[in-house]
């Protein structure tokens, strides 16, 4: 393509300028899951044990430690396979 197939004021478009790379180091993996993340997951599991009142506390706390628990998995894996 060359500058005559555009206008005199109009140019091409600037291409966008690259993101910082992707840290796959598994010390610096953050772990900790996000409160939405946590309350789908708590919500989840109350349905799933049949919606008993008066335990959102502990199923909040296993709903975290579950996201963890996965988390530390999917970090060891990719860990291993990076390697």
Do not use: C, I
Not at 33 to 41: D, G, L, N, Q, Y
Not at 45 to 70: F, M, T
């Amino acid at each position: 393509m060359t500058n005559k197939d555009f206008p005199k004021n109009q140019q091409p478009a600037a291409a966008p300028q690259p993101t910082a790379p992707v840290d796959l180091n598994p010390k610096n993996a953050d772990l900790k899951p996000s409160p939405e993340e946590v309350a789908k997951r708590a919500y989840s599991n109350y349905v799933n044990h049949g919606s008993l009142p008066g335990q959102d506390k502990q199923q909040w706390l296993e709903a975290e430690a579950q996201l963890v628990a996965e988390r530390n998995l999917a970090k060891v894996y990719l860990f291993r396979n990076w390697m």
